[in-house]
């Protein structure tokens, strides 16, 4: 597909990779409408790219509704969705004074990740596959934003590498779903990128992170996924795939 002139959702495009990814889209001619929970943030990243900034819980069906409805009316119903919303942790399963972990902190990322990611899906779909098709039969891209933690999950990671897991395994059953409309779905399973999160910790962590790495021996930019995310947009033949994107990094353990 064609980005120029195309109406994009991106969500978590407050920061990080979303919101490298809202500024490519940009750059490309797309009309971006950047949702966040974070409203200040969404609305400050829009300002930056002449797009439109919506506060948005992706975990609430309303918040959901409302975000699409204003985008809808800015900029006509988006043929690209940009799952990029997420939240991390780690907590063991068994603390250090043998109590369970709280139920609550499992059920918080899933319900994030998992459960908001399709929840925006789904919500956005109903309205893309009402679009005319596009000269080759397409109607939208979806791009979801998995770990590799879904495959290299490391200590304490249950809840992050089930959540990502989840996105992973939902990837090929949307795409063969939603192939009769003509609209595509990809997930990325990016490694470790230099976003606010990692960009806080102490500089010899970033340099001990990043020598894990086997090439290029750094963290990745967020540019680089938004070029990836990007290109999934632009190749009619990408779907149903998840493309690590990671320097060939494997997770160690811990
Ligand atoms: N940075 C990395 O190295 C890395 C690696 C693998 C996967 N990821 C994934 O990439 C995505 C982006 O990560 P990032 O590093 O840019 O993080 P980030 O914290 O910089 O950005 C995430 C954004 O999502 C928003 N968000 C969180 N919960 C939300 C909700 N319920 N509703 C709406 N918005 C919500 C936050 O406000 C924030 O702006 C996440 O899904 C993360 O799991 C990141």
């Known amino acids: 597909m064609n980005i120029h002139g195309q109406s994009a959702i991106v969500t978590g495009g407050a920061s990080g990779l979303g919101a490298a990814t809202a500024r490519e889209l940009a750059?490309?001619?797309?009309?971006?409408?950047?949702?966040d929970r974070n409203a200040d943030g969404a609305t400050a990243l829009a300002a930056e790219i002449g797009g439109i900034g919506l506060a948005c819980d992706i975990t609430s069906t309303d918040s959901v509704v409302q975000?699409?409805?204003?985008?809808?009316?800015?900029?006509?119903?988006?043929?690209?969705?940009?799952?990029?919303?997420?939240?991390g942790t780690a907590r063991r399963i068994?603390?250090?004074?043998?109590s369970p972990a709280p139920?609550?902190?499992f059920q918080r990322v899933v319900n994030v990740n998992l459960v908001g990611t399709?929840?925006?899906?789904?919500?956005?779909?109903?309205?893309?596959?009402?679009?005319?098709?596009?000269?080759?039969?397409?109607?939208?891209?979806?791009?979801?934003?998995?770990?590799?933690?879904?495959?290299?999950?490391?200590?304490g990671q249950e809840a992050y590498a089930a959540s990502k897991g989840g996105l992973?395994?939902?990837?090929?059953?949307?795409?063969?779903?939603?192939?009769?409309?003509?609209?595509?779905?990809c997930t990325i399973a990016p490694g470790l990128f230099l976003t606010p999160l990692?960009?806080?910790?102490?500089?010899?962590?970033q340099e001990s992170l990043a020598a894990s790495i086997p090439f290029p021996k750094?963290?990745?930019k967020p540019e680089e996924f938004a070029h990836l995310a990007a290109s999934i947009v632009e190749n009619l033949s990408l779907n149903g795939e998840v493309i690590r994107l990671d320097g060939a990094l494997r997770m160690a353990p811990r």
């Open 27 to 35: 750059r490309r001619g797309a009309k971006v409408a950047v949702l």
């Open 67 to 87: 975000a699409l409805a204003a985008a809808r009316e800015a900029h006509g119903s988006a043929r690209i969705l940009m799952n990029i919303a997420g939240i």
């Open 94 to 98: 068994v603390g250090k004074d043998g």
């Open 103 to 105: 139920l609550e902190d």
């Open 118 to 155: 399709y929840n925006v899906t789904r919500l956005a779909v109903a309205e893309m596959i009402k679009l005319d098709a596009l000269a080759d039969g397409e109607r939208g891209v979806i791009v979801c934003t998995a770990s590799v933690a879904a495959f290299d999950g490391q200590v």
């Open 168 to 185: 992973v395994s939902m990837t090929l059953p949307l795409a063969r779903d939603l192939a009769q409309f003509g609209v595509r779905v």
């Open 198 to 205: 990692l960009a806080e910790l102490p500089q010899p962590v």
């Open 218 to 220: 750094r963290l990745g």
